[in-house]
């Protein structure tokens, strides 16, 4: 991605913290688990707005359907949000960027869109996330599949803006030295420059 288009910015303080997951919405991106860690912290007195944003997959065999989509919104558990033409905004109102996802990613490009903005982000241990995020560094890395420790995760970040901040700054660094499209660009270029004999 290109660092100059998603711009660093400090995240805005919120009365109630903000977790964004943006995403298809398939089973397999780990929606129904940042539900239920949520709910897990709900009990515990901790509470953060979960916005959602994203593209319906109804002929997909993985895909959540809009009337569980609308039961959680309407029991409060999500924002939903829908369809989003400008996700790097929501990011910016975001106090962290979630997406335990257990679908084979590559690197997810919310993640590095969260990162160069200089948000801390939680995944899960799985596909491209732990590619790009490093554990207590620039975001926190879970145990796939365990809504237990992800709501241990995320009850750590919301309770820690000063480490999400620190995330942040380092997720932006990781994202310059190493995911800058116009660093890939220069290495591809120099890959056929090398492979061409020129």
């Known amino acids: 991605i290109n660092p100059d288009i998603y711009k660093f910015s400090i995240e805005k303080k919120h009365e109630i913290p903000i977790v964004l997951f943006a995403s298809r919405m398939l089973w397999s991106k780990g929606l ?4 239920e860690a949520k709910k897990i912290l709900r009990q515990k007195n901790i509470h953060f707005v979960l ?3 994203g593209i319906l997959a109804e002929d997909d065999k993985d895909a959540i ?3 569980l989509i609308h039961h959680w919104h309407n029991e409060g558990l999500i924002n939903w949000l829908g369809r989003s033409s400008n996700v790097y905004e929501l990011i910016q109102k ?3 960027v979630a997406l335990p996802s257990i679908y084979p990613e590559g690197v997810p490009r919310l993640l590095l869109e969260a990162s160069s903005v200089g948000r801390a982000c939680i995944a899960y241990d799985t596909g491209g996330c732990d590619s790009l995020i490093i554990h207590n560094y620039n975001g926190l890395i879970v145990k796939s599949n ?3 420790e992800l ?3 995320l009850e750590y970040l919301l309770k820690n803006p000063q480490i999400r901040l620190e995330m942040g700054a380092n997720g932006r660094k990781r994202v310059k030295e190493l995911f800058s499209s116009i660093l890939v660009i220069n290495k591809t270029l120099q890959i056929y420059k090398d492979t061409i004999g020129c």
């Open 32 to 35: 129904g688990d940042l539900i």
């Open 51 to 53: 916005n959602v944003a």
């Open 65 to 67: 359907p809009l009337e």
């Open 94 to 96: 975001s106090n962290i």
């Open 146 to 148: 365990s809504a237990q």
């Open 151 to 153: 709501a241990v995760e």
